[in-house]
């Protein structure tokens, strides 16, 4: 079956403006993962997804015909967008079944071993989710406050992050459309 690496964009970041495209070390943060969806030599295919053309054209100066550029409805490129809104709306139209991997932008750390890990185990599954684990609970580091998040202590072993890194989810298109979740008793 075709295998898929999927590589969401989205513009409007409210945490950190053109986070996806700000310079990491050099080099827009995006690239750092679809680097490694290129270098993996484990996709057929390699969609980069946005809601704004500019980002698809900035990748595609640098990918060229390496990846598929799909630009994505504004209705599914909201904050309050789920990502099985979106990527049902990338999967329409498609018959037939494909495995995909849907890749975060913000793990720029991630591994072409850690790639192939979840590969290798994804045949005994309907899904992967990977992601780090945590060591302390969130709560010891943030109070809501007014509607603000405030650090509830100010100690120098806080990290971002350190908190929990979901950065590779893996699924088939069907698997994924029939139960709408990544999360289900078969992962």
Known sequence: MKKIAIILIRKNSKGLTDKNIKLFCGKPLCFYTIDIAINSRLFDEIWISSDAQEYLDICKEEYGEQCKYIIRNKEVA???STTYETLECLFNNIKEDFIFMNLQVTSPLR???HIKEVIKIFKDCDHIVSF????????LFMNLNDGYLLPSRHGGDYRRQDEPSYSMWMSTKNNYLRDKTFYTKKN
């Open 132 to 139: 780090s684990e945590l060591k302390y609970s969130k709560s």
């Open 78 to 80: 909201a904050d309050s």
């Open 111 to 113: 591994k072409i071993e």
